[in-house]
Nanobody, 127 residues
Framework: QVQLVESGGGLVQAGGSLRLSCTAS????????MGWFRQAPGKEREFVAA????????YYRDSVKGRFTISRDNAKNTMYLQMNSLQPEDTAVYYC????????????????????WGQGTQVTVSS
């Protein structure tokens, strides 16, 4: 079983930056694809970005391409989401989820493949 803990959220002005972290306890973090999702008030959880188990493949939703960067450090059991040029529409609770064992092509992964959610970290972007 894996436990995921997100951190790094906060309040930032539009145009600012934040770096989120997702730290895993338990075994097998390094063998699984990972993803970031977010949920804004009154909306359903949506996909943000994903990274393959090796870190060699990444995938983003269109609205964050060029602004967000997903990465991982398997030696530290940690995944990151660097968020630049933040906009008010990025305001949400951000969650990390574990994907599938040894998945490399994360662009083809269904959202239902992700689970073991952490508690989330709040990101608020003021205009």
């Amino acid at each position: 079983q894996v436990q995921l803990v997100e951190s790094g959220g906060g309040l930032v002005q539009a145009g600012g930056s934040l770096r989120l972290s997702c730290t895993a306890s338990g075994r097998a973090f390094s063998s699984y694809s990972m993803g970031w999702f977010r949920q804004a008030p009154g909306k359903e959880r949506e996909f943000v970005a994903a990274i393959s188990w090796s870190g060699g493949s990444t995938y983003y939703r269109d609205s964050v391409k060029g602004r967000f960067t997903i990465s991982r450090d398997n030696a530290k059991n940690t995944m990151y989401l660097q968020m630049n040029s933040l906009q008010p529409e990025d305001t949400a609770v951000y969650y990390c989820g574990r994907g599938r064992l040894l998945r490399e092509n994360v662009a083809s992964a269904p959202e239902s493949e992700y689970g073991s959610w952490g508690q989330g970290t709040q990101v608020t972007v003021s205009s």
